[in-house]
């Protein structure tokens, strides 16, 4: 290897060979009929005034690759065209060449051209309108403005046009991708929904299930076998309900299906029904002290008051957390009691007038100890879902061991507006 530098040029884009061949022709055809800029001019033969031409016209092969070393080479055809007799075909193409310059040149020198060429204009002016002292000098700052400055100001416009529509396209592309990962996201997070949905609400029928059916394989009582196969049908069914809900969820909701109903405080009483039947073979009883305020019934109501509802999400993960407690409780606890209490924070002055912000307090506790029996396995996915469930909403979730009692706590927030709403 020699060390030297080879300049490689692209070939030249077809419209650019055609501009030149038509460029070349129209100055040759000009020059043989006897059409010249400037016929006054005789310094030099006739024939000089081809040679700016034959010069310039090539260049209009190099106008997208080299537009510096064009531009350069047409300003000093240009020139040396002063001094012949002029072919207008050498003007056209140094405009078009000072154009390609700004528009398919270096940012730099796209931005440069359009104010030196415009002072080359003023310059022009002033210098023509002090040597000649006419008002037809003028005419020739107008002739440089149209020959320079009203190429680079066109290709300097179209440039920022080009730039300006590549610019929005990057940002629609951006802003796609952005609407693609907050798409992915919210599937990620209906994902996991779900998935907390499917655990709670299929676990506390699926864990009654395996309690009793191992209370039924190792109890060799004809009695106690039919008690546990009327639970276990029981919680079958119930479990199967609850998966045809789910599945209901995750069907398309514009196909025209009614709304499913969500579960809420209303339905603790029936809850602890539930798990009072699961749990009796267990020891177990449970318990509902609901603290919340509220006005009395009516006569020959069934509920000793009517609460304030909260907002659907408040009420669907506190009836969660209850609900996930309670299967927790019919896995682990020893026999005796399970007290779930509910309790409502209001603000100073609030009241039911003021909306009631405040926050729900959700504390289940269960007795901690060895239990006789069988037990149903855990896979801890069940406090994890409860403390989503609250952390979701803003709250606070703590469970674990105080002396003899396994104690679950969860403060949900209840803003002001959702309430109102």
């Known amino acids: 290897m020699d060390g030297s530098v080879t300049l490689k040029i692209p070939p030249p884009h077809r419209d650019d060979v055609l501009l030149a061949g038509c460029s070349v022709a129209a100055g040759l055809l000009l020059w043989s009929l006897g059409v010249h800029s400037s016929p006054s001019r005789d310094l030099l033969p006739a024939w000089a005034a081809l040679v700016p031409l034959l010069v310039l016209g090539p260049m209009e092969l190099l106008r997208r690759s080299m537009p510096r070393v064009t531009l350069a080479v047409g300003t000093a055809g240009l020139i040396a065209d002063q001094f012949t007799v002029g072919n207008l075909a050498t003007v056209l193409i140094f405009t078009d060449l000072m154009y390609a310059a700004v528009v398919y040149g270096k940012p730099a020198m796209a931005r440069r051209l359009p104010v030196q060429t415009g002072l080359i204009t003023v310059a022009v002016t002033i210098a023509a309108v002090a040597w ?4 037809q000098a003028l005419l020739i700052g107008v002739v440089t403005g149209i020959v320079s400055f009203g190429p680079a100001l066109t290709g300097a416009t179209l440039r920022n046009h080009r730039e300006a529509a590549v ?7 951006q802003t796609a991708l952005l609407a693609e990962m907050d798409r992915s996201q919210a599937v990620v ?13 299929v676990a506390n029928h699926l864990s009654a299930i395996a309690i009793h059916s191992t209370a039924a394989l190792s109890i060799d009582s004809p009695a106690t076998s039919r008690e546990a196969l009327g639970v276990i049908r029981e919680n079958s069914v119930q479990g199967l309900a609850e998966m045809r809900r789910l599945i209901g969820l995750l069907r398309d909701a514009g196909a025209g299906q009614e709304a499913v109903a969500t579960p809420s405080l209303d339905g603790l009483d029936a809850l602890l029904e539930q798990a009072r039947t699961n749990g009796a073979a267990s020891g177990l009883d449970f318990v509902l002290r609901d603290d919340r305020p509220g006005e009395a019934a009516e006569a020959g109501g069934t509920r000793g008051a009517i609460r304030e509802p909260l907002p659907a999400p408040v009420e669907l993960a506190a009836y969660r957390i209850v609900q996930e407690s309670l299967t927790n409780a019919l ?28 926050a729900l307090h959700v504390v289940v506790e269960s007795p901690y100890g060895d239990r006789p029996g069988p037990r149903a396995p855990g896979s801890g996915a069940g406090l994890i879902g409860m403390r989503e ?14 002396d003899a009692v396994w104690r679950v706590r969860a403060t949900l927030p209840v803003e002001e507006e959702a309430v109102r709403a």
């Open 132 to 135: 000649l002292r006419t008002p």
């Open 167 to 173: 610019a929005a396209r990057l940002r629609a592309e």
């Open 189 to 201: 997070a209906e994902r996991a929904r779900m998935a907390r949905e499917l655990h709670d609400m």
């Open 331 to 358: 896995k682990h606890a020893a026999p005796g009691t399970v007290t779930v209490r509910l309790a409502r924070d209001r603000p100073a002055g609030g009241g039911r007038a003021a909306g009631g912000a405040g």
């Open 389 to 402: 469930r609250t952390e979701l909403l803003g709250g606070a979730f703590e469970a674990g061991r105080a």
